[in-house]
């Protein structure tokens, strides 16, 4: 994928920059909106977009891609997190907004759920041994064989795939699952309680065991030993 | 005590006062003058019986005249006058006399004049002097007293509305304070204070509110830039377990900070009125979506939880704030609850109770709804979910209440139609 960055803080755009590399997708930085405005000439499958940059309002960076209706996503990410802000950037055609700060796991997959509603329309399915996931559907499987998860389970699960390999904090499965509501700390036993039940399920329909928890600060999903 | 009350009974206590010595004062004074006219006349009196010389020679017109001769020496040489008292012979009355006492000594015997002179028209004149003297000041003064009051009460409406006013001022409610003009210089010079400072307190919290959502906004950037890097460190694959867990500690610490920086700006968000749209909410509805969100932490703890609703609930508010108005409200019933108690939620028309089982409040009552203030020690709390309730509810004319015994914690809401 290609990825275009536009933060003005040097320090988090590298740390997104090096992330996104890391994930294996090939990343242009613009640090004001001109740039940005110059870059988007080009094609990016994504765009990563701070609102606050001091040119000017990262939303005419929105109404150019979208204007020109070309097929790139947009994630907006910024401090202000008031309703308005949200709605105005969704409006304009913006596929998502996240509110920093914010753990990269979110915004990986958030990343991976936009290029799959955006570039695969949403059927791709998202495989990772025995586990077959079809986001559009709300189905899983295991060898073959459709397990019941709640949506929350559910979404855990995605969440937990997508940062394969990652650990991933409490507080960051926190947020990611608390992300509908306003919640001021409240998530430890909440995640606990939902990752144990995904867990339960998981295993009963034979799946192996990938959840793995690193030393009671968070957890692991991987198929290394 | 009323202004008008205590002005009042200073002014009729210190009437009665001068009153009473003005009237007693009044009327010694008359006695007296009466007094030394009669004893005018008495002295008149005897100057006529002085020159009749014994003869009985004499005429008085105004005063009746006794001579008896008496036995001994004279011992009235010097006239004596007193009042005295004698029977009317015709009507049987006692009568009030003015009497004048002398004797006078002849060659061979010594006569005792006694001159009389009826005091009663002259008592009756100072009786009406008196009654005068007292009851036109009183009703003088009550005429003024009900004058004053009127006239006092009616220059008093101006500093009654201010008062009002003044009780009704909320430093968050943008309408300015509107105050009376009055034709008092006093009462429009402490309007025109109250004026200033009211424009003064508002201008300082907007600042203050701006200043708040402007640093917390500035704050979140860094925070996560930290968060980040914090991220970048703990997927590094050579971290000692002590590494892994103190980086994990200190992202949480972040996500902590960048919390209560969230609350701040929500609260600051609440302040600013920035929740303007309203709506009509079902309670009822509300509380079951939001049951079924904090359902996994509700049976974690193993809460029995029991909701009847007697009645539709609906109330016109923000349909976000009313979210995150009843989503506190249960969360601190879950947070607070002990392990195996209970939640019970009552729904009637425009009330809610929501009652939970829990350990007996640490803090006062009144400090609940205060920002940052923690009941017991839940490392979780940031002590500002009930501040915000309260503000809610303060901003959609919710009356809520709080009630605590011993193990129940009760909440009572009241919405407006």
Redesign the interface.
Known sequence: MKILIVED?P??AQ??Q??LESEGHICELAENLSLALHLVDNVFDIIVLDLNLPDGNGLEVVKKVKGKGMNTGVIIVS??????NKIEGLELGADDYL???????ELNARLKSLVRRVHFKGEEKIEFNELVIIPNELIVTVNGKPVDLTK?EFDLLVYFIANKN??L????IG?HMSK???D???????I???IK?LRKKLLKAGCGDYVRN?????YKFTDAE | MKLITKSGLNFISASIFFFLFGSLGGYYFIRYAVNKFLNNELLEAKAYIDRAEGTGNYKLTFADVLADSIQGPASYREPFINDTVIMNSSTGNYEFYRKLTFDKTYENHVVRYQIVRSSAPSDVMVMKFTLMLTVFPVLFFLILYFVNRGSTRYSLTVFYDTIKKLKAFDVNKDNKLELMTSDIDEFEQLNEVFNAMDKKIKEDFERLKEYTENTSHELQTPLAIITSRLDELLQSSNLTEEQIKTVAGLMETVNRLSKINQALIYLAKLDNRMFKDEEKVDINNLIREQVELLEPLIENKGISLELTSTDKCETIMNKSLSHTLIQNLLKNAIRHNVENGYIKIECAANHLIIENSGSPLATSTDELFKRFNKAGNHPNSLGIGLSVVKRICEISSIDIQYQCTESKHQFELRFKN
């Open positions: 803080e320090q988090l740390s997104i090096a992330f401090a202000r997190d008031s309703l308005d509110t920093k700060p914010f753990q990269m796991a929350k990652r650990v904090t409490k507080t960051g947020e509908d509501f306003m001021y700390g409240f998530t430890d036993d909440f606990y309680t939902h039940n690193v030393y009671g600060v968070g």
